[in-house]
């Protein structure tokens, strides 16, 4: 495995062309994580925000995104077209996803307390209090950076039903931790870019509006790029998936 190289620039352009090159397979699904997107961002951005709401449309989000993303890992790594609303999974693939989400914000948490004693332990005390701390966080998470570049593909394997699905992205990913990260970069990015305007020259609804479907456009580049990234590096044996119980 430690052969394969992942080609960044190619990997990046594939991911935004297959959603460019799609438009029919992806405007039922894209519309329905459009819709959790900005029910979302409505219900955080209301000056008195119910607690209820925000609590009822984040958890929609996460089960909309999440189907949503374990049906474009499938279609793109498995050839498994199915289109409309068939196109969400809601199936036994989902829940070996969620359980994976779940494990890996467990995991980002506990490292994110072992990164912050780390710190407090290694940093002197006069930078931690002085105007290099924004420098010394950057020291302290780029392990942490890494670390989720080498564990990122588990989504993917996840999705296909595979079995200790980060341990699976630790093997394929080796030698290609930097490669991930940069093509993470190119598909996160732009994005984002586009994104932070639209919330501060739009107007109320239209900015909540324009956000989700960058957003939602969004996701879908950076999932495709998941999706491609582990065809890339995984053997065929931990690509074909496996059958649901």
Same mark, same amino acid.
């Given at each position: 495995?430690?052969?394969?190289?992942?080609?960044?620039?190619?990997? @990046?352009?594939?991911?935004?062309?297959?959603?460019?090159?799609?438009?029919?397979?992806?405007?039922?699904?894209?519309?329905?994580?459009?819709?959790?997107?900005?029910?979302?961002?409505? @219900?955080?951005?209301?000056?008195?925000?119910? =607690?209820?709401?925000?609590?009822?449309?984040?958890?929609?989000?996460?089960?909309?995104?999440?189907?949503?993303?374990?049906?474009?890992?499938?279609?793109?790594?498995?050839?498994?077209?199915?289109?409309?609303?068939?196109?969400?999974?809601?199936?036994?693939?989902?829940?070996?996803?969620?359980?994976?989400?779940?494990?890996?914000?467990?995991?980002?948490?506990? =490292?994110?307390?072992?990164?912050?004693?780390?710190?407090?332990?290694?940093?002197?005390?006069?930078?931690?209090?002085?105007?290099?701390?924004?420098?010394?966080?950057?020291i302290?998470?780029?392990?942490?950076?890494y670390?989720? =570049?080498?564990?990122?593909?588990?989504?993917?394997?996840?999705?296909?039903?595979?079995?200790?699905?980060?341990?699976?992205?630790?093997?394929?990913?080796?030698?290609?931790?930097?490669?991930?990260l940069?093509?993470?970069?190119?598909?996160?990015?732009?994005?984002?870019?586009?994104?932070?305007?639209?919330?501060?020259?739009?107007?109320?609804?239209?900015?909540?509006?324009?956000?989700?479907?960058?957003?939602?456009?969004?996701?879908?580049?950076?999932?495709?790029?998941?999706?491609?990234?582990?065809?890339?590096?995984?053997?065929?044996?931990?690509?074909?998936?496996?059958?649901?119980?």
């Amino acid at each position: 495995m430690s052969g394969l190289q992942l080609p960044v620039w190619e990997t @990046a352009k594939q991911s935004y062309g297959f959603v460019r090159h799609h438009p029919r397979l992806l405007a039922v699904p894209m519309a329905l994580l459009f819709m959790a997107e900005f029910l979302q961002e409505a @219900a955080s951005d209301q000056l008195r925000p119910d =607690a209820w709401m925000r609590i009822a449309s984040t958890i929609l989000l996460l089960l909309v995104d999440s189907a949503f993303t374990v049906g474009l890992l499938r279609t793109i790594i498995l050839d498994e077209v199915l289109s409309g609303f068939r196109f969400l999974r809601w199936d036994f693939y989902l829940w070996r996803y969620l359980k994976t989400v779940l494990i890996a914000t467990i995991l980002i948490m506990l =490292a994110g307390v072992a990164a912050l004693f780390a710190a407090g332990a290694l940093i002197p005390d006069e930078m931690l209090h002085s105007g290099m701390a924004a420098i010394a966080a950057a020291i302290a998470a780029f392990p942490l950076v890494y670390l989720a =570049a080498r564990l990122v593909l588990g989504f993917s394997a996840a999705a296909l039903g595979q079995d200790r699905a980060f341990r699976l992205s630790w093997r394929i990913t080796r030698s290609n931790g930097w490669r991930l990260l940069a093509v993470f970069f190119l598909a996160a990015v732009p994005p984002s870019l586009i994104s932070l305007p639209i919330r501060f020259l739009l107007p109320g609804l239209f900015s909540t509006a324009g956000s989700s479907a960058v957003e939602t456009v969004g996701t879908a580049i950076f999932t495709a790029t998941l999706a491609l990234s582990y065809r890339t590096l995984a053997p065929a044996s931990d690509s074909s998936g496996a059958e649901a119980p």
